[in-house]
C-alpha cells in the first residue's frame, strides 16, 4: 500500500479490479452502453410526466424526482468508473473524491425516503382514496419531496465530513472503484469503533426504518386490493404497485448488505459489486420497469413520438 507524508492525501488510488484486468474492458463496455440508457430513459419519463396532461398526479410528480435523482446518481460516478476502467491511470484527487463522496450519498440517502414517500402516496391513493385529493395536494406534495431531499443532503453532509475528518496515517489507496463512506472507514487507521457504530444507527433510520414502512404500506395495500370486486381495477392496482416493489428490491437488497454491516467486516470485492448495483443497474432499469409495467407512462411516450414525428 503506497504511503505519503500527509495525513490527508493529495488524490487517491483507486484500485478497482487491478487484480481482475480482464473484468476492465468487459466492464467498461457495459458502461459505456448502460450510461446512456440510463439518462435517456429517465428523461424521457420526466419529460412525459411534465408534457402530458393525464401525468399531472402526485405519483407522477414523485415519478420525476426518482427519474432526476437517478441521473444525478449515476453520473456521479460513472465517469469516474469509466475513466479509471479506461485507462492506466487509476487516481481521484482529494477534493474529487470529497465532492464524489458528498454526492454520491446525498442522492442515495434522497432515494431511500423518496422510495417510502412514493409508497405512501400508494398507501393513500388505494386505501383513502377519499382523502387522497385532500391530503396529497400540490402543496404537499413539494413540502413533502422538499423535506424528503433536505434530509438526504443532513445525513449526506453529517455523515461525509466526519468520515472525512478520520486519519488515514499516509495511506492512500482505497480498494473500489469510488469514494463511499464504509471503504474509506475501512481504510482509516486508529480508533474507528464510533465512526462504524455512527454509520449503523444512522443507517437504520434512513434503511430499516423506511424499508419497514414500505412493508407497512403495501401490506395494508394487499389487503384493500384483494377486497377490490372489479378484476380490472385489481390488476391496475397491482401493476401500479408491483413496480414500486421491483424498484425498491432492487435498491435496498443491495444497500442494506453494505451499509448495516460494520465496515471492517465487508469483504473485498462486496463494495464493488454493490456499487455497480445500486448506482448504475438500479437507475438503468427503472425507467424500463415503470414503462413496460404501467399503461399510462407507456400510452404518454406513444403519445409524445407520435407528435415529434407528426411535427416533423
Not at 148 to 166: C, D, F, I, K, P
Request: glycine content about 6%; some cysteine; overall charge positive.
Amino acid at each position: 500500500m503506497e504511503l505519503i507524508n500527509n495525513t490527508y492525501p493529495e488524490e487517491f488510488i483507486l484500485l478497482g479490479f487491478a487484480d481482475r484486468p480482464w473484468l476492465e474492458l468487459p466492464l467498461f463496455i457495459i458502461l459505456l452502453i448502460t450510461y446512456p440508457m440510463a439518462m435517456m430513459g429517465n428523461i424521457a419519463i420526466i419529460l412525459v410526466s411534465k408534457l402530458d396532461p393525464r401525468l399531472h398526479s402526485p405519483m407522477y410528480f414523485f415519478l420525476t424526482n426518482l427519474s432526476f435523482l437517478d441521473m444525478c446518481y449515476t453520473t456521479s460516478i460513472v465517469p469516474q468508473m469509466l475513466f479509471n476502467l479506461g485507462s492506466s491511470k487509476k487516481t481521484i484527487s482529494y477534493m474529487r473524491c470529497a465532492v464524489q463522496l458528498y454526492f454520491f450519498h446525498i442522492m442515495g440517502g434522497t432515494e431511500c425516503l423518496l422510495l417510502a414517500l412514493m409508497s405512501f402516496d400508494r398507501y393513500m391513493a388505494i386505501c383513502k382514496p377519499l382523502h387522497y385529493t385532500l391530503v396529497m395536494n400540490q402543496h404537499a406534495c413539494i413540502l413533502l419531496a422538499s423535506t424528503v431531499w433536505l434530509s438526504g443532503m443532513t445525513y449526506a453532509v453529517s455523515e461525509a465530513t466526519v468520515t472525512l475528518q478520520l486519519p488515514l496515517c499516509g495511506h492512500n489507496t482505497l480498494d473500489h472503484l469510488l469514494c463511499e463512506i464504509p471503504v474509506l472507514i475501512k481504510a482509516a487507521c486508529g480508533e474507528k469503533g464510533a465512526n462504524e457504530l455512527a454509520l449503523s444507527v444512522v443507517c437504520i433510520f434512513m434503511l430499516a426504518v423506511p424499508l419497514c414502512l414500505i412493508l407497512a404500506s403495501y401490506a395494508c395495500i394487499g389487503y384493500a386490493v384483494f377486497k377490490i370486486k372489479s378484476s380490472e381495477g385489481r390488476k391496475k392496482a397491482f401493476g401500479t404497485c408491483s413496480s414500486h416493489l421491483i424498484v425498491v428490491f432492487l435498491f435496498y437488497g443491495p444497500a442494506i448488505s453494505m451499509y448495516l454491516q460494520p465496515p471492517s467486516s465487508i469483504s473485498r470485492d462486496q463494495p464493488k459489486f454493490m456499487a455497480l448495483f445500486y448506482g448504475v443497474v438500479t437507475p438503468t432499469l427503472n425507467p424500463f420497469i415503470y414503462t413496460l409495467r404501467n399503461k399510462d407512462v407507456k400510452g404518454a411516450l406513444g403519445r409524445l413520438v407520435r407528435s415529434i414525428f407528426t411535427f416533423k
